[in-house]
């Protein structure tokens, strides 16, 4: 069983809001990653991270914000939500010598 | 061309039915995943494959190497199965996974 948590499961909120997006392992793993998912569509990677002090950006242009402070914790930023963010976040993690990784739940986001 | 390509992108059933779902790759890769989504959205691991065959319960898992070709089969398929069943590859010294656009799977009782 993957501890894996992410929170909010769904947000609704305005346009300009600033939000968090939480997430957070319990495995004590290095790696963590976000995907962002549109309705059918195929994830792609926003944002990684290998460890303390360490993000990058993924495959996918996003105008989300990372930080990795702690091992455990991995928030996603959006300074000012606009409507085309309305989408579905999840979190992902995995140990550094392994390939598997592990989702949460994943946030749904609506930008009204 | 998306480096993963799965088919069929839906799938309608009915209950008991042996299921096939198939993914393509273009890129050699060091481990292929088949992933399971359900409507709520949270994601499941099923399978981790980089040769040969996997089977957990009623779940197959196969892969190809030469032909870059993997598939899913569901033996006896049950309406709890409903899902989007989702192909992803590592390719060789990459960190990343990439997708495929998945396939939903319906069972209709």
């Known amino acids: 069983e993957a501890d894996i948590y992410q929170t909010p499961r769904y947000l609704v909120i305005g346009t300009g809001k600033k939000i968090t997006l939480e997430c957070s392992q319990t495995?004590?793993?290095?790696?963590m990653y976000w995907y962002q998912q549109d309705p059918g569509m195929e994830l792609h990677l926003i944002h990684y991270?290998?460890?303390?002090?360490?993000?990058e950006k993924g495959d996918l242009s996003s105008e989300s914000t990372v930080s990795r402070i702690r091992t455990e914790h991995f928030p996603l930023t959006l300074e000012s939500a606009r409507p085309s963010h309305t989408s579905q976040y999840l979190c992902?993690?995995?140990?550094?010598?392994?390939?598997?990784?592990?989702f949460g739940p994943g946030t749904r986001l609506t930008v009204t | 061309k998306n480096e993963v390509e799965q088919s069929p992108q839906n799938l309608t059933a009915q209950e008991g039915e042996f299921i096939t779902i198939n993914c393509s790759y273009s890129?050699?890769?060091?481990?292929l995943h088949w992933l399971q989504q359900h409507p709520g959205g949270g994601i499941v691991s099923l399978f981790m494959?980089?040769?040969g065959k996997k089977k957990h319960g009623r779940l197959i898992a196969t892969i190809n190497i030469q032909e870059k070709h993997s598939s899913l089969h569901i033996t006896a398929s049950h309406p709890r199965d409903s899902a989007v069943y989702i192909c992803?590859?590592?390719?060789?010294?990459?960190?990343?996974?990439?997708f495929g656009q998945g396939t939903r799977l319906t069972i209709n009782p």
């Open positions: 992902a993690s995995s140990d550094g010598g392994s390939v598997e990784q592990y």
């Open positions: 495995m004590g793993h290095d790696k």
């Open positions: 991270s290998y460890g303390v002090n360490s993000t």
């Open positions: 890129v050699g890769i060091s481990a």
């Open positions: 494959l980089s040769s």
């Open positions: 992803a590859v590592r390719s060789w010294g990459a960190q990343k996974l990439v």
